[in-house]
């Protein structure tokens, strides 16, 4: 079951650049998404959100685009920071239900 | 900031053993959610509990499974009789509504079934 679904396992950026993690969805029930940063032996932690009446939603550093059309979400971080080494998953919710659909994740490493 | 905590960090047993793996949400939160991640695998749902019955649960939740809120503040998931497979580091999280909010997780209890 691949309803949520991140392509790239990895992915390294170097310190002060943009970071741009990707995730695709097939369910088209979903209707809000969710980014989670996960560090080694730790709980997933919620980073930032986006409802699908929106196509973009910014908190800081971080930037989450929606595009409905082709199912596709992305998560921008700039200026990436070392300390933003971390797995992120990307995460799906319908309306009527209350379970986080989650992807496999991207291993993002930011190098000086 | 309030967290979600769980106990044990790690837990040992043999197959066919008990467990329970206990997860205090967030204290004004009212849904909460176990969720796995097998080793190298995607974080998987299990079940979510709300005004203390199920909410809905996977496939995963077989009848091994059991959840139950035994006080105001505690949440605990019970493997009647652990399998080699049930190895994972199991997550408990909480959120104050469903949809549109986000649900805020534990630091996981790893249980390694022997």
């Known amino acids: 079951d691949q309803q949520v679904k991140q392509n790239s396992p990895s992915l390294s950026v170097q310190e002060g650049r943009i970071s741009i993690l990707n995730c695709d969805y097939t369910n088209s029930m979903f209707d809000y998404f969710l980014w989670y940063k996960k560090y080694p032996a730790e709980g997933p932690t919620f980073l930032i959100s986006i409802s699908s009446i929106k196509d973009k939603n910014e908190d800081g550093r971080f930037t989450v685009f929606l595009n409905k059309s082709a199912k596709h979400l992305s998560l921008h971080i700039v200026p990436s920071q070392p300390g933003d080494s971390a797995v992120y998953f990307c995460a799906a919710l319908t309306g009527t239900a209350s379970k986080l659909t989650f992807g496999t994740g991207t291993r993002l490493q930011v190098t000086l | 900031e309030p967290e979600v905590t769980q106990t044990p960090s790690h837990q040992v047993t043999q197959m066919g053993q008990e467990v329970i793996l206990r997860c205090v949400p967030i204290s004004n939160h009212l849904y909460f959610y176990w969720y796995r991640q097998i080793l190298g695998q995607k974080v998987e749902f299990l079940v979510s509990?709300?005004?203390?019955?199920?909410?809905?649960k996977s496939e995963i939740f077989d009848d091994q499974f059991s959840v139950e809120r035994p006080d105001g503040s505690n949440f605990t998931l019970k493997i009647r009789s652990t399998k080699l497979e049930d190895s994972a580091m199991y997550f408990c999280?909480?959120?104050?509504?469903?949809?549109?909010?986000?649900?805020?997780f534990g630091p996981g209890t790893r249980l390694t079934v022997l």
């Open positions: 999280a909480s959120s104050e509504t469903t949809s549109g909010n986000e649900q805020f």
């Open positions: 509990f709300y005004n203390n019955e199920i909410s809905e």
